[in-house]
């Protein structure tokens, strides 16, 4: 039998609703047609005034669970060992050791710890990447800024008697050994480059000790700890964890800043970054311990903290600092090592020191050198007026502008082979002389 066509459809609903039943046609469809739907409100009745009655409501909120329903045990893949679809998985009470092992103790609640203080502490550590870069490690320090090198750094820089005989020839392959030579690899990746050329510039370094033989009383320190508490606008501040290389001395570091120049600083007004809170980037923590801590017990003949190297050898991009990033955890990290070894000598009652606590900081990522020299005056932190600190910073330094691992080669030609090229040994000439630095 043929299906109906449309006009069959139509004249089939019209005579439908014509004759008061059957068929409708509604939207293209044919529906059987029936008593129209109440448009206006519903009717009253006790369930729409009142309400339904308080027995049929208590039954319908107060449900009994599932199992007290049916009254069923629920039915596990405990007793098969292994899973099973359509089981439930079965909870078995916690396994008691019978001894604490702390690698597998969930340890106490944070409102259960002893160390738990209803202040917050914000730490800084050597993975925060501050937004406002040196800015807000002024801020965070009271420190004046100076651009360059002191004079007394400079004075070394530019004495000849202060030099290596061929120094720039040894520097000249000690980049090449990092960069070239010390791997099988076509191209070294920068975690082999960067501390390789660290070790080479601190060993030409050291030949210097044949003629300041009291170069040889340092020492290098790696993975030490420190720990250094301020105050500042009544926010507390901490300093803690692992940073750089320190390398330490048995003198140390006479002041680089006259008298008349930390009194001068007292006119110095420090630079703010509003609406940007000084705290961000930096971790607030609740549980801490007010500590002011070098990192060396007592009794430690190279006590001194002389200098501290930061080497950026991080392969991976995002996980590398910037320069600006670099400058500021490098200048954090002097300043909580002159504030813990200025605690040390002086109590950690807020004063004016009568001998300024002077630490240097070198950082690098196997090409860009990062100079500074950090100076505590004072360590009344908690106000911006008064004296404040100095730091000294001689930024993005080049020791070379490119190294080449594979030559250029254009049909077939060595447009440029492998090495290094650009070299600047004056940066070097820097390198010495923060080494050499309260020595000669």
């Not at 369930?47 to 599932?66: F, N, Y």
């Not at 008691?96 to 092992?101: A, L, P, T």
């Not at 048995?250 to 600083?265: H, N, Q, Y």
Request: hydrophobic share 40%.
């Amino acid at each position: 039998m043929a299906a109906a066509g449309p006009m069959a459809l139509r004249r089939a609903a019209a005579k439908g609703s014509g004759s008061g039943g059957g068929l409708a046609l509604a939207r293209g469809v044919l529906t059987r047609a029936g008593p129209p739907r109440p448009r206006g409100p519903l009717p009253r009745t006790p369930w729409t005034t009142r309400g339904p009655p308080p027995d049929v409501l208590a039954q319908a909120v107060e449900r009994l669970p599932v199992r007290e329903q049916v009254e069923l045990d629920t039915i596990t893949y405990a007793g098969r060992q292994h899973f099973m679809p359509g089981l439930a998985r079965p909870r078995f009470p916690p396994w008691d050791r019978g001894w604490h092992d702390p690698w597998h103790s969930p340890g106490p609640r944070y409102e259960d710890m002893p160390l738990r203080k209803d202040r917050s502490c914000f730490v800084c550590h050597q993975n925060v990447r501050m937004l406002e870069g040196v800015r807000q490690a002024q801020w965070l320090t009271k420190t004046k800024l100076v651009e360059g090198l002191p004079p007394s750094v400079q004075s070394i820089i530019d004495n000849p008697a202060h030099r290596l005989e061929d120094h720039e020839e040894r520097v000249r392959h000690a980049v090449w050994h990092a960069r070239l030579w010390n791997t099988t690899e076509t191209a070294p990746k920068r975690e082999h480059y960067c501390p390789a050329l660290f070790e080479d510039l601190i060993h030409i370094c050291r030949l210097m000790s044949a003629k300041y033989p009291s170069l040889a009383k340092r020492m290098l320190a790696r993975n030490y700890r420190i720990a250094a508490t301020w105050e500042r606008e009544s926010i507390l501040f901490q300093v803690r964890g692992q940073n750089g290389i320190l390398m330490n001395s048995m003198a140390p570091i006479p002041p680089v800043a006259s008298k008349e120049e930390v009194l001068a600083t007292e006119e110095h007004v420090l630079e703010t970054f509003h609406p940007i809170s000084p705290t961000i980037d930096l971790q607030e923590v609740i549980v801490y311990k007010e500590l002011n801590d070098t990192g060396f017990k007592e009794g430690y003949p190279y006590s001194h903290a002389h200098t501290l190297f930061f080497l950026e050898s991080a392969n991976l991009r995002p996980r590398r600092f910037r320069p600006e990033q670099l400058r500021a955890k490098m200048l954090m990290f002097a300043f909580g090592n002159a504030l813990a070894k200025a605690r040390l000598l002086y109590g950690n009652d807020p004063k004016v020191l009568e001998q300024p606590v002077v630490v240097q900081s070198i950082g690098t990522d196997g090409q860009f050198f990062q100079f500074m020299v950090f100076q505590l005056n004072t360590t009344d932190l908690v106000s911006s007026g008064g004296i404040k600190n100095m730091v000294w910073i001689d930024s993005d330094q080049k020791l070379y502008e490119n190294a080449l691992c594979i030559p250029e080669v254009k049909k077939r030609v060595v447009l440029k082979p492998a090495g290094i090229y650009g070299f600047q040994p004056d940066t070097f000439k820097k390198f010495l002389a923060l080494y050499l630095h309260g020595t000669v």
